[in-house]
């Protein structure tokens, strides 16, 4: 496998991040581009993007599973710096490269919405067997609209379309079942 300046591989996995962060019992959930792509929307991402639970035993098992995949911050500069538990602990992101693909750990998204606030508006999603909460296609395009972001900006017709799309089906079934 290729590999960077840094020998980190290049080579990009993010369903081995997915499925570690499963097997550490992290309390997650999935939000961003990959989020969209596991409901049906037609976009590209290059990382997956979390809010964790910031409860200290969760904060643990991260911060294992990030050292247990030589996780370390993305930087501009080649200096590695690894994960601490402060850096798990406050109100802001930590961007980091991992063996599999990039992470980001994010404390609050858009509108200072944390874990807490996020739950409730999540769909449960069957990977490899196991259940993890994504944040729903509806919550992700209310928060789009809010972004400063013109790469957000440009996504949101598409998830938009998405969602139009997703409801016609479910509605087209829900149809189907009271004939």
Known sequence: MPTSREGMPTGMDLSAVLEGLIKADVNFILVGGLAAVVQGAPVTTLDVDIVHQRSSENIGKLLSFLKSVDSFHRRPDDKKIEPTKEDLSGKSHALFSTRFGPLDVLAVIEEGKTYDHLIEHTVDVTFRGNTIKVLDLETIIELKKTSKDPKDKQRLPVLEET?????????NEHDQSNQ
């Open 163 to 171: 969602l139009r799309q997703l409801q016609k089906t479910t509605g």
